[in-house]
């Protein structure tokens, strides 16, 4: 018998391979571990102040129905209350007709539809922009622009308070990130300052309307700050497209510095009752984002019936700016009514107006409060904000009437006093 068969005969009976003889026990860490040891979220639900994946039954506007109960909606980012509109729905009906259920393959391949080219003509059109390209989240876009333009030897500068999105795309770029204090420009002044000496270029990104505090950004210091540092700048406009500007145009028209703003990024799973993103820029530069994004690359290209829902809800914005006025009659309602009841809004100067409440409990305290009063809303803890920060973070659309925003005041006075937030 030759040498190989007597391996192979031992090796049957159950003898060691070689290579595998006298091999220490292994004692790595199971990487599952950590989820085993993860019980915050169901010792929360246990307690009845676990506020996320609350599932709705129906949707009305500016009401929910939740386990057969009625409540009205705050924190949805609908907020030109289009996502009932038939002509949306009738437009995406259309589109499944003709273009079926699903691209099945990437914008780079197989997936390319004469209505995403539409799409991005119509909307380069409305931002003011040579070019558009769209993709299947807003989250992908983040992440496409930001790695796509910025490399290892480049610089990226964010507000604190951008979007989870943003730092994500920053991680994926290799780019060094500095972060400077929120909506302060000295503190990002002196960040380009350090960093003259060094190779790369340097981007500046930030929310427009930054979607925990409300704030909007202050675009006219930022551009001088880029001019200065011979920097671009970047806006996502996510929060901003269908609220700020001309007919909703965002950012950078409420400003009249889109010519100056470099590019612009956003999203159509807010104020365009759809889903999807964005960006707006310099044809080059958009060209070749397309032909260097590999979230972008590599993801399946948006369903017809998306592209069909937010082509409709942008001739809408175009076409009746009464949606958009609507909206800011109810943001001035909710804004001054809990101000007047005496919470702190910190400052919010958009549809987006968090309620500072504090200490994590007190918030989950409060969730509960208003979920038992009628009212579906979310709060925001650490690390979303600052810790000790706590907020429940509210907003309006233009569906909301006159008596479902007094519901929620009622609902936020007797809350705020029995848990003595507010006297």
Known sequence: MSDSAKSMKQTAAGEDMVGFVDMPEVKTADIFAKAHKFTLAEEAEAAGIYPYFKAIEAQYGGTVSVD?????????????????????????????????????????????????????????????????????????????????????????????????????????????????????????????????????????????????SGHIAKLPGLLEIAKRYNARLVVDDAHSTGVLGENGRGTSDHYGLTEQVDLIVGTFSKSFASVGGFLAGDRKIVHYVKNHARPFIFTAALPAMQVATTLKALEIMETEP???????????????????????????????????????????????????????????????????????????????????????LDAFESVGKQLDVIS
């Open 322 to 408: 009464e949606h958009q006025a609507r909206l800011w009659q109810n943001v001035d309602i909710l804004q001054q009514g809990l101000k007047n009841l005496g919470f702190d809004t910190l400052g919010s100067e958009s549809p987006i107006v968090p309620v500072l409440i504090g200490p994590e409990i007190l918030t989950g305290m409060f969730w509960k409060g208003l979920w038992e009063e009628g009212v579906f809303t979310t709060p925001a803890i650490s690390p979303s904000v600052p810790a000790g920060r706590a907020i429940i973070r509210t907003s309006v659309n233009a569906n909301h009437t006159p008596e479902q925003l007094d519901r929620l």
């Open 68 to 212: 057969g109960r009625e409540m009205v909606i705050t924190g949805s980012n609908d907020y030109l209350g289009l996502t009932q509109d038939p002509r949306l729905k009738e437009a995406a009906r259309k589109a499944l007709d003709s273009f079926s259920t699903s691209c099945t393959g990437s914008r780079f391949l197989t997936g390319t539809l004469t209505l995403h080219e539409k799409l991005e003509e119509s909307l380069a059109k409305f931002l003011g922009k040579e070019s558009a390209l769209t993709f299947s989240a807003g989250y992908l876009g983040c992440l496409s622009v930001v790695s796509a333009l910025a490399g290892r030897r480049d610089i990226i500068y964010y507000d604190r308070e951008n979007h989870a999105s943003l730092y994500d795309g920053a991680r994926l770029s290799f780019a060094t990130l500095r972060k400077y204090e929120h909506s302060d420009l000295e503190s990002l002044e002196q960040a380009l300052r350090k960093d003259l000496d060094k190779p790369g270029g340097r981007m500046i990104v930030t929310d427009g309307i930054f979607s925990m």
